[in-house]
């Protein structure tokens, strides 16, 4: 996702096995759909990465100096290419936990509104 114009994502890596099961959908995925992705996304660098004896694995680098690893392990080559899409568009901020469900900037004075009424 672009952030003020800038892609957020800046690296990707592919990191595979060349003869291990667990990576047959990441191979046939550089194969067939990586070239094309590269050629749809020419402000990312995409690298390729041999790892003997270990699962799969999708690896990002964005802006704000975060990173992000997806495993792809035994999928698909068309949800390895939905888990990459779904690192460009990502803008690499760390997931927060919300600590009520009503988030506000300027909180009421009289509290949350709440549907009970109290007689």
């Not at 690893?69 to 939905?82: A, F, G, H, M, W």
């Not at 997931?95 to 009289?110: A, D, F, I, W």
């Amino acid at each position: 996702m672009a952030l003020r114009g800038k892609w957020q994502l800046q690296k990707l890596i592919v990191s595979y096995c060349d003869w291990g099961g667990s990576s047959r959908g990441i191979r046939s995925f550089m194969e067939n759909i990586l070239p094309i992705f590269k050629e749809s996304n020419p402000q990312l660098e995409v690298v390729t990465e041999l790892i003997r004896g270990q699962h799969p694995h999708l690896k990002g680098f964005y802006r704000n100096q975060n990173e992000r690893v997806v495993c792809v392990k035994n999928l698909t080559p068309e949800d390895i290419q939905l888990h990459a899409t779904r690192l460009r568009n990502a803008l690499g901020r760390k997931v927060l936990k919300l600590k009520t469900r009503h988030v506000t900037k300027h909180p009421s004075v009289q509290g949350t509104w709440t549907t009970d009424l109290k007689l």
